[in-house]
């Protein structure tokens, strides 16, 4: 079908470009992360992943069982960081603040069913009538993204019909918005900020 099958190299020249203006910097760590002050001390050898293709942002952590856990604002509990959380935490808070998507709005860790099958998104985005408005997958920074990884989300979306799918690793991001009356997806360079509005 027309809907998964782009050419490669029009996927090629969307990873050159980042989301927008957001341009990958070479930062101090210290900068980008807060603290909680109660009862926290400085883990040992911490490393707070890598700096990744998005806005600087804050984050708590914790320590929690010798293993590194930062506070997400969706599921209101701290969770064990890994790479592709680290990724998750990120693409939330670009969704929240650079785009103006209501957290009530964003879920993350989202089991739906597809056809018979459950596929669990990472974060899924609906409109305010409850209808899903934006996929996103999130892989580990490690991870590159492929044109297989990206017809994988476009085939699962044909049946849940969102607007927009956001394919990421944390440093290259791809983002569509799916025209299904001509069954093809369309590479954008930014994903649409919220309007408040059904789409």
């Not at 009862?39 to 806005?55: E, R, S, V, W, Y």
Request: glycine residues 4%.
């Amino acid at each position: 079908m027309g809907l998964i099958s782009p050419c490669f190299i029009v996927l090629t020249i969307c990873s050159a470009s980042s989301i927008g203006r957001y341009k990958r910097e070479n930062v101090e760590l210290g900068v980008i992360f807060s603290f909680p002050a109660a009862g926290q001390t400085k883990i040992a050898n911490f490393d707070p992943m890598q700096q990744l293709n998005f806005p600087n942002y804050s984050f708590r952590f914790k320590n929690s069982e010798n293993k590194i856990a930062a506070f997400d604002e969706i599921r209101k509990k701290f969770v064990i960081l890994t790479p592709e959380e680290w990724v998750r935490l990120h693409t939330v808070q670009f969704l929240k603040r650079e785009k103006s998507y209501p957290l009530s709005l964003i879920n993350v860790e989202k089991q739906l069913k597809i056809g018979k099958m459950l596929k669990r998104y990472d974060v899924v985005v609906f409109n305010p009538e409850g209808e899903i408005h934006i996929i996103v997958e999130c892989k580990a920074p490690e991870v590159p993204i492929t044109q297989a990884t990206f017809d994988q989300i476009a085939r699962y979306n044909m049946r849940l019909r969102a607007n927009y799918l956001l394919v990421t690793n944390g440093l290259d991001h791809f983002i569509c918005q799916m025209d299904y009356e001509k069954e093809k997806y369309i590479f954008l360079r930014d994903l649409p900020s919220y309007t408040g509005k059904a789409t």
